[in-house]
């Protein structure tokens, strides 16, 4: 009996988790139905065939969906519920058996990935495939930059004004000091940094892109190698900082990322089929109400 085929997380409807979790989840039992109003069920503008999908339901799946609009956490938790919905009809329809969930999954979620396992053919790239990508994008394929930074930390909290102009004010003498002697900045880390690695002589090694709060990390490497000649602002306050040596990434070649991009383009069909899949199940067991909750979001 042959192995069974590797399966890679697939991602449906703009969501980061894999389609049997992003399905499953949260499917709470009938008994654990949310609040009701006067003792009538839940309102209800949304279904898969002849099957209701109420605002109890959304607005619990809803916690799970995070969006700096309301509306838009409702048309995610709405459209989640859908996938669900379809996926278990189809599921039953083919009559897959409901296997012993291992772990966190659910049985519900073992039936939907033998759905996805029967119905979205495995399609490994080919080396030709993955070179022809790797040339086509040669830009991506390179090792990070990195910056040996040394920094003093002018501690003030985003919402102080008064501190903040003093932290940047504090910040600029001790620079124009750091120009005339640039030998004390350890000493002036010492003195003034509010940062552990005030102890180390304002040292924080090497930093690559992402490893620092977002503000910081833009201008850090924005700079030329030496003493910045102003301020670095992040939200903990102002940074005198000094870049002593700067790395640029080096080009990776194909056999180091072979395996990344094969990855990549198996991930990608799988990815197109599972969409086209839905498309077909939504005209098997027809939606109704997910257009309008999608349409108050935009």
Known sequence: MGSLPRILPITVIDSAQPVPVEAGHHHDDADQLGPRSLGQPSPCSLFVDDTPINESDIAREMQFHRAIRPEQARADAARALVVRELLRREALRLGLDQGQGEGHQTDEEVQIQRLIETLVEDRVPSEDDCRRYFEQNLERFRAPDRVRVR?????????????????????????????????????????????????????LGWLQKGQTTPEFDRQVFRLRQGLAGFPVESRWGYHVVTIDELETGQAQTFEQVHAQISDYLELQVRQREVQHFLQELSERYPVRGLTEIEALAE
């Open 151 to 203: 920094h003093i930390l002018l501690a003030a909290p985003a919402d102080d004004v008064a501190g903040r102009f003093k932290a940047r004010t504090q910040a600029e003498q001790l620079i124009t000091e750091l120009n005339a002697q640039p030998h004390v900045f350890a000493d002036l880390a010492l003195r003034h940094s509010q940062c552990p690695s005030s102890n180390d002589g304002g040292d």
